[in-house]
């Protein structure tokens, strides 16, 4: 039977926890020591590696925004290449932040652009708000079984009341309406696992919601963002989760700048990052046993 990248995420949430390593690496964010012999790009590429070898092992995936990249030009998309390099050779399992949304041919080089080549990753997000028409491109892909999308269902912005809450004829939400015809597009690419290769991007901020998204889009894989910064709490995490799977929780600056919360731990930026990665980790797993 064909295997599917997504068996491979959920097997990796059930070793080593729901943690998604968000590498939306600002230049501010760096420690000055790294800098030291170093262009700003060569101390961002420093800082990446070694926050992915001190999480590597507690964090089921590492999600890398591009925009963070794109913003210092050439430079920066050659660094973005070789963290994505750098991941590869861990074996991480990489998410591309890129929120592509366009169809037909222009879709078809989105796909080619970040499911070969240069920067090559396991899962990229897409907004579908184009149609499915923006996401069919991406299809052959996945039916091969070793790629897979994470698709803008319920966001955690306040903006997202403007578009996916809005109620339609039959009286569905907006982002119902979109997260059941991606659940029909994804049958064909589910795993063993019983999850669907076209996961869905659904923030944890909106707790009155979580148990009916988790009941009614069943087979569909959750990348979570909202945690921590925006409000999430590890109790309204949990109710996204089935049985502490079925979905990855993404932190970025909490666990980037976790050292710029104990003074004097500087040098040592990377073991305070794998310290909140660990501290996030158990405090949602004592979620989850606690539901």
């Given at each position: 039977?064909?295997?599917?990248?997504?068996?491979?995420?959920?097997?990796?949430?059930?070793?080593?926890?729901?943690?998604?390593?968000?590498?939306?690496?600002?230049?501010?964010?760096?420690?000055?020591?790294?800098?030291?012999?170093?262009?700003?790009?060569?101390?961002?590429v420093?800082?990446?590696?070694?926050?992915?070898?001190?999480?590597?092992?507690?964090?089921?995936?590492?999600?890398?925004?591009?925009?963070?990249?794109?913003?210092?030009g050439?430079?920066?998309?050659?660094?973005?290449?070789?963290?994505?390099?750098?991941?590869?050779?861990?074996?991480?399992?990489?998410?591309?932040?890129?929120?592509?949304?366009?169809?037909?041919a222009?879709?078809?080089?989105?796909?080619?652009?970040?499911?070969?080549?240069?920067?090559?990753?396991?899962?990229?997000?897409?907004?579908?708000?184009?149609?499915?028409?923006?996401?069919?491109?991406?299809?052959?892909?996945?039916?091969?079984?070793?790629?897979g999308?994470?698709?803008?269902?319920?966001?955690?912005?306040?903006?997202?009341?403007?578009?996916?809450?809005?109620?339609?004829?039959?009286?569905?939400?907006?982002?119902?309406?979109?997260?059941?015809?991606?659940?029909?597009?994804?049958?064909?690419?589910?795993?063993?696992?019983?999850?669907?290769?076209?996961?869905?991007?659904?923030?944890?901020?909106?707790?009155?919601?979580?148990?009916?998204?988790?009941?009614?889009?069943?087979?569909m894989?959750?990348?979570?963002?909202?945690?921590?910064?925006q409000?999430?709490?590890?109790?309204?995490?949990?109710?996204?989760?089935?049985?502490?799977?079925?979905?990855?929780?993404?932190?970025?600056?909490?666990?980037?700048?976790?050292?710029?919360?104990?003074?004097?731990?500087?040098?040592?930026?990377?073991?305070?990052?794998?310290?909140?990665?660990?501290?996030?980790?158990?405090?949602?797993?004592?979620?989850?046993?606690?539901?």
């Amino acid at each position: 039977m064909k295997s599917f990248i997504i068996d491979k995420l959920y097997n990796r949430v059930e070793e080593r926890g729901v943690v998604c390593v968000g590498l939306d690496t600002a230049i501010e964010y760096i420690p000055s020591h790294l800098f030291e012999g170093r262009s700003e790009t060569e101390a961002l590429v420093e800082f990446n590696k070694q926050i992915i070898d001190a999480t590597i092992d507690v964090a089921a995936c590492f999600k890398v925004q591009i925009a963070y990249y794109e913003a210092l030009g050439l430079k920066g998309m050659l660094a973005y290449k070789e963290t994505l390099d750098y991941l590869r050779e861990k074996d991480a399992i990489i998410i591309a932040d890129i929120k592509r949304g366009d169809i037909a041919a222009t879709a078809k080089q989105y796909a080619k652009a970040h499911f070969e080549g240069d920067f090559e990753v396991d899962f990229i997000t897409l907004s579908p708000y184009m149609g499915m028409d923006s996401i069919e491109p991406y299809m052959p892909y996945m039916e091969k079984g070793n790629k897979g999308v994470f698709t803008l269902v319920r966001t955690s912005n306040p903006g997202a009341e403007d578009i996916e809450m809005v109620k339609t004829e039959d009286g569905r939400d907006v982002y119902k309406v979109v997260g059941d015809k991606l659940t029909e597009m994804g049958s064909k690419v589910s795993g063993d696992c019983g999850y669907s290769s076209i996961g869905g991007v659904i923030g944890c901020t909106h707790v009155e919601e979580g148990i009916e998204i988790r009941k009614r889009f069943k087979n569909m894989f959750f990348l979570i963002p909202g945690y921590g910064a925006q409000g999430g709490k590890a109790e309204d995490v949990a109710l996204y989760l089935n049985n502490g799977n079925g979905g990855v929780v993404n932190s970025s600056r909490a666990i980037l700048l976790a050292y710029k919360k104990q003074e004097g731990r500087e040098k040592e930026f990377a073991l305070c990052a794998r310290e909140e990665a660990i501290r996030m980790r158990d405090e949602i797993r004592a979620a989850v046993d606690n539901l």
